[in-house]
Nanobody, 119 residues
C-alpha cells in the first residue's frame, strides 16, 4: 500500500490550498484517513481525520477553516484549507489505517508535502 500526497505550496495569509492523498495497492478497506502536520521544532500533530463511516475529527486550531473529505473513488482524501495563517506552515503528512484483508490492518504514512503561509 502506498499513500501519495500532493497539493502543498506557498500561499499568502488568508489564502486557500487543497491537499490530496491517494491510497493505492492491496486495499481491502480503508478504516481511517487523516492528515497530520509537523512544524519545525514541533511534534507531529493530528490536523483532521475521517473514518470510513464518515465521522470527522479536527484539531481545535483548524476547526471552521479546514475540511477533510473523501473522493469519489473512496481511496482519495482531501484537506481543503481556508483562511490560512502563518502558524499553519508545516509539512503535512497523509496517514491511513487500512485493512489489507478481513483480518489484518496496518497504519501507513505518505510522504510529506510542504505548506508555507507567508506574505
Amino acid at each position: 500500500v502506498q499513500l501519495q500526497a500532493s497539493g502543498g505550496g506557498l500561499v499568502q495569509p488568508g489564502g486557500s490550498l487543497r491537499l490530496s492523498c491517494v491510497a493505492s495497492g492491496s486495499i481491502f478497506s480503508i478504516n481511517v484517513m487523516a492528515w497530520y502536520r509537523q512544524a519545525p521544532g514541533k511534534q507531529r500533530e493530528l490536523v483532521a481525520a475521517l473514518t470510513g463511516g464518515g465521522s470527522t475529527n479536527y484539531a481545535d486550531s483548524v476547526k471552521g477553516r479546514f475540511t477533510i473529505s473523501r473522493g469519489g473513488n473512496k481511496n482519495t482524501v482531501y484537506l481543503q484549507m481556508a483562511s490560512l495563517k502563518p502558524e499553519d506552515t508545516a509539512v503535512y503528512y497523509c496517514n491511513a489505517d487500512i485493512s489489507t484483508n478481513y483480518h489484518l490492518s496496518y497504519n501507513f504514512w505518505g510522504q510529506g508535502t510542504q505548506v508555507t503561509v507567508s506574505s
